[in-house]
């Protein structure tokens, strides 16, 4: 999510605390697994191997071998020789800040400098690792209940052919020879002949079920039909919003091939990160089918004064009940009332895989009476009347795996390894819940599952996703995990509808979604269109009445054990502690072993994220926007996901942190450079309702995106009016 919408402070005092007192001793085992990793580490330093990690100088807390010293799992408020830390991540969101006197008294308690940088002389190229326990002190995990479900089926294809519709022979031809298709989905089947009739249609139908096309046909059918034959200069006729800019860029090729053999009529697309200028020229020469996202189209209704829509016939609302959602509410507002104001009657078009009447009926876009196309039904064939129940792909398995807060990192990475490492051919999508905790993940797997220390040809190929990216990027990243056969695509909820990326065979939510909604579109990316596919969610012992949530909702899942996932460590000779294993060994031994290596990979990623100062304040920026993220479940979920419920300290190994950093707050320090910019109008989140706050990070995550900067258009338009160009923003 956009780091704009808080106001952080994230103090750097984090240098790690040395407990004195020890809260609970590692085992000997994970004492063993430590001392082998440092020791490994301490002999390729004097190999002179280029250290692993974030760029940049060692950092003062590298000490040499003979220092190291367990780091404890104590809990931060137990530390006797600290200053209390948080005792809960509710805390941690504290407004509260150290003065920054009070934060230097307590800086030499935090770290017993004396005595380390006395046995540090000599030691330049030495290291100190350290590693808490990871297998102590966690939550047990639960069972997980999981009710009984009849899970909704939706057949996805039928055995009808498109040309027995009344189409036009070069529709038909080039949905054969450019698209590959000839016989029709269930969707197709059902919408094609309502929307051909005239007639506004609500449409709901599983993921990957070709809505696209359910609409797009009739629309072009409907348009090349028109006499006297449609021109540019007739501007838009259809009008096609989407929620973010890699669904618009989608659409637009799938019409661009569509309209293939009808040369006159021209689609265009608007989206934010393009330039507006130039998309102020394309409007002005003239689009006919606009696609768009909300917010730019917005821009332009305030902004161009080219855009017009007297000719407007087609209003569709693809990932319809995003569209209609909190973030966007004002967007569409503006935009219907543009819509209304002018043009001939209209025909509308609601379409996503999890529309509810209610929400299709609060739309405020006045249906004339709606044709509700709903195409799941239950295991008995009957219609499921209550809507609230979403069907997801056949083929789709669907799991989850309770895993406790500090072997998050390592259990995900252990998955990644196991899909792409030792198994061949995984497209995997993992869902993060912010851009920041996206940012850092990245770096951090390409730097101790990619890097050259993995011996691994080629290498695992690592992509990323979300809104605070430059748009060339995203338009690059989309387009090469599109076409890519095998890799790893971290992202946000911003690749979460209505992509359609061929051959993913895993996703992976690393954090639930805020919505069983968001949960189906996610799962959606994969088992398309009757492919196979399978999901694994991620759940801590405290989250596990999710599966309950989900039920509700018809979606069923298995459970995967974590102890499955993390034993794939032991195909992976990096992280050996004792050698080969055998095979021959006990189970229990085994367990111990599974558990060393994960210690071993931990040490791994902590050693990475302590390497130097920026490292740790991308993990403590990551942690902070997951800990803020974890607000903004709404308030029918809190008794699943609250801040308060979650450790701090654990959280944070999750991010690679060897302690929970202290000072997380969203304030501004006074007088900061940020505090100037952001006090205005910007409360702190904490303040902020949790209605609020859903809306503010859907919106920040999808409209940071396409909607542009307002407050650099408000600039530049004061600046070009002053410059004379009346009503640009350019
Ligand atoms: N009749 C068809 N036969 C074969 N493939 C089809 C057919 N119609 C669509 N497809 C393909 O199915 C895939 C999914 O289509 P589409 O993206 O329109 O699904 P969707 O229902 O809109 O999914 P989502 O709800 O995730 O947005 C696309 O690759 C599309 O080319």
């Known amino acids: 999510m956009a780091d704009d919408m808080l106001m952080l402070n994230l103090s750097s005092d984090s240098a790690p605390a040395f407990h004195t007192k020890s809260y609970q001793r590692p085992t000997s085992q994970e004492k063993w697994a430590l001392k082998k990793a440092q020791k490994r580490k301490y002999s390729e330093i004097q190999k002179g191997l280029p250290n692993k990690g974030f760029n940049g100088p060692k950092t003062k807390d590298q000490h040499p071998p003979e220092d190291k010293e367990e780091e404890e799992d104590v809990p931060a408020h137990k530390s006797p020789v600290r200053k209390p830390a948080p005792k809960d991540a509710a805390n941690a969101l504290s407004p509260e800040t150290p003065k920054p006197a009070q934060r230097s008294q307590a800086q030499p308690k935090t770290t017993p400098k004396s005595k380390h940088e006395g046995e540090h002389k000599g030691g330049e190229d030495s290291v100190f690792i350290k590693t808490s326990s990871l297998f102590r002190n966690n939550p047990d995990i639960p069972d997980v ?6 899970q909704l089926m939706e057949k996805v294809f039928t055995s009808d052919s498109f040309a027995e519709l009344d189409l036009h022979p070069h529709l038909v ?3 054969t020879k450019v698209l590959n298709v000839t016989t029709m989905t269930s969707v197709q089947k059902e919408t094609i002949p309502v ?4 007639r506004d249609a609500v449409v709901r139908s599983q993921t990957g079920s070709g809505k696209t096309l359910a609409y797009g046909i009739p629309l072009v059918q409907s348009l090349q039909a028109v006499e006297p034959k449609i021109k540019r200069g007739d501007g838009p006729l259809a009008v096609i919003v989407v929620p973010t800019r890699e669904l618009a860029q989608q659409s637009f090729h799938i019409f661009q091939k569509l309209l293939k053999p009808f040369t006159w009529i021209v689609p265009g697309v608007l989206m934010g990160g393009e330039k507006r200028k130039a998309e102020k020229a394309r409007l002005r020469k003239g689009i006919n089918i606009l696609i768009t996202t909300p917010g730019r189209l917005v821009d332009h209704i305030k902004n161009t004064l080219s855009i017009a829509f007297s000719a407007v016939r087609w209003l569709i609302l693809d990932e319809a009940d995003r569209i209609l959602d909190l973030g966007f509410e004002k967007d569409l507002t503006v935009i219907l009332n543009s819509l209304n104001a002018t043009g001939p009657p209209r025909q509308n078009v609601l379409l996503s895989a999890t529309l509810t009447d209610g929400l299709s009926r609060l739309a405020g876009i006045s249906m004339k009476e709606p044709v509700s196309i709903h195409v799941g039904e239950n295991s008995e064939g009957i219609n499921e009347p209550t809507l609230d129940h979403f069907a997801v792909p056949e083929r789709l398995q669907q799991h989850m795996v309770v895993v406790p807060s500090k072997l998050r990192l390592v259990c995900l990475a252990a998955f990644i390894l196991s899909k792409c490492k030792f198994e061949k051919g995984h497209k995997i999508i993992v869902f993060v819940s912010s851009c920041e905790a996206v940012e850092f993940l990245l770096i951090l797997f390409n730097a101790v599952l990619s890097g050259p220390k ?14 605070n990216m430059k748009q060339e990027e995203r338009t690059e990243v989309f387009q090469e995990f599109s076409l890519c056969r095998t890799g790893i695509l971290l992202c946000t909820d911003v690749a979460a509808r209505g992509l359609d990326m061929p051959q993913v065979t895993w996703i992976v939510q690393y954090n639930p979604p805020t919505t069983p909604a968001e949960y189906v579109h996610r799962v959606g990316r994969t088992a398309r269109i009757g492919a196979k596919g399978s999901s694994l969610l991620f759940l801590t012992p405290a989250e596990t009445t999710y599966v309950t949530s989900l039920a509700n909702h018809n979606i069923s899942l298995s459970e995967m054990k974590m102890e499955t996932i993390l034993s794939a460590l032991m195909l992976d000779d990096r992280f050996k502690v004792r050698g080969k294993y055998d095979g021959k060994k006990s189970s229990g031994a085994l367990e111990q072993e599974v558990r060393e290596r994960a210690t071993v990979l931990q040490t791994e990623f902590e050693s990475v994220v302590h390497n130097d100062d920026d490292s740790v304040q991308a993990a403590k920026r990551a942690l902070q926007s997951f800990l803020r993220a974890y607000t903004a479940y709404p308030s029918n979920m809190k008794h699943i996901f609250h801040i308060k419920a979650l450790h701090l ?7 690679g942190l060897r302690d929970a950093p202290q000072g997380l707050v969203t304030v501004p320090a006074k007088g900061s450079n940020k505090d100037k ?6 409360r702190p989140l904490k303040k902020l309702s949790t209605e609020e706050r859903v809306a503010i990070l859907t919106r920040s995550e999808y409209a940071s995106g396409m909607d542009g900067d307002f407050a650099a258009k408000k600039k530049k338009k004061k600046n070009t009016q002053a410059n004379g160009e009346e009503g640009s923003v350019e």
């Open 145 to 150: 209940h999981r009710p009984a479900v009849t």
């Open 173 to 175: 031809a080039t949905l």
């Open 195 to 198: 929307l051909l009739s005239g």
């Open 454 to 467: 993995a011996k691994q040809q080629p290498p695992l190929s690592f992509l990323r996703l979300h809104g």
């Open 649 to 655: 300290g654990h959280a944070a190994k999750s991010f």
């Open 677 to 682: 910019g952001q006090a205005k109008g910007k």
